[in-house]
């Protein structure tokens, strides 16, 4: 058990694609299952899949139910535990109003991004403020080419991207989730 109240959304609308036209995204089945085996792994408290796609919606509902309910849960009960933390909404003020309503108050809202931004925080001067305890966060990961402006506008943190030892950024929303929960909350 955590002492802090951390969740997690993965926005799949409104996102931009390669030409910088804002789109919807597909989930995709396995950043469902990775990111909440890490959400369950560093301690968060549920994971917002933002998709307002009925279809789409369908796709990880039938995932949850599989692995919670049906025969995935009795064949692999580790599966059914992190998916537990899996929710779906339509849009991200959906995620935002839940967080508010369970809490008590808003979540201070943090953005990751591929995009270098003047005012971005480093892992772990955010580490240590989740940590803390004091408020709940969510951290919000974009698919396709990253979240929208309109949602970067609502965010009260922006987390430093993740560069390696080449300028190539561009990594899938799944291996971004493992690598910045393990530098947020990570133990060395």
Same mark, same amino acid.
């Given at each position: 058990?955590?002492? /802090?109240?951390?969740?997690? +959304?993965?926005?799949? %609308?409104?996102?931009?694609? &390669?030409?910088?036209? *804002?789109? @919807?995204?597909?989930?995709?089945?396995?950043?469902?299952?990775?990111?909440?085996?890490?959400?369950?792994?560093?301690?968060?408290?549920?994971?917002?899949?933002?998709?307002?796609?009925?279809?789409?919606?369908?796709?990880?509902?039938?995932?949850?139910?599989?692995?919670?309910?049906?025969?995935?849960?009795?064949?692999?009960?580790?599966?059914?535990?992190?998916?537990?933390?899996?929710?779906?909404?339509?849009? /991200?003020?959906?995620?935002? +109003?839940?967080?508010? %309503?369970?809490?008590?108050? &808003?979540?201070?809202? *943090?953005? @990751?991004?591929?995009?270098?931004?003047?005012?971005?925080?480093?892992?772990?001067?955010?580490?240590?403020?989740?940590?803390?305890?004091?408020?709940?966060?969510?951290?919000?990961?974009?698919?396709?080419?990253?979240?929208?402006?309109?949602?970067?506008?609502?965010?009260?943190?922006?987390?430093?991207?993740?560069?390696?030892?080449?300028?190539?950024?561009?990594?899938?929303?799944?291996?971004?989730?493992?690598?910045?929960?393990?530098?947020?909350?990570?133990?060395?």
């Amino acid at each position: 058990m955590t002492d /802090f109240r951390l969740y997690l +959304a993965v926005v799949h %609308h409104p996102v931009y694609n &390669k030409h910088h036209e *804002i789109v @919807t995204t597909s989930i995709v089945i396995h950043d469902i299952h990775d990111i909440a085996r890490a959400g369950k792994t560093y301690g968060a408290t549920a994971m917002y899949e933002v998709e307002p796609l009925p279809q789409e919606q369908q796709i990880a509902l039938r995932i949850a139910h599989f692995w919670n309910e049906g025969f995935g849960h009795e064949y692999n009960p580790n599966r059914a535990e992190s998916l537990s933390l899996l929710r779906v909404v339509s849009h /991200f003020e959906e995620a935002v +109003a839940e967080i508010q %309503h369970v809490e008590g108050e &808003k979540p201070v809202l *943090i953005a @990751t991004s591929a995009r270098t931004f003047a005012n971005s925080i480093g892992y772990v001067a955010m580490g240590e403020k989740i940590r803390s305890g004091d408020h709940p966060y969510l951290l919000v990961f974009g698919t396709g080419f990253g979240l929208a402006d309109e949602v970067m506008a609502q965010m009260d943190e922006v987390l430093d991207p993740i560069w390696g030892p080449t300028d190539f950024n561009h990594l899938s929303v799944r291996s971004a989730a493992a690598i910045i929960l393990d530098r947020l909350l990570g133990r060395s």
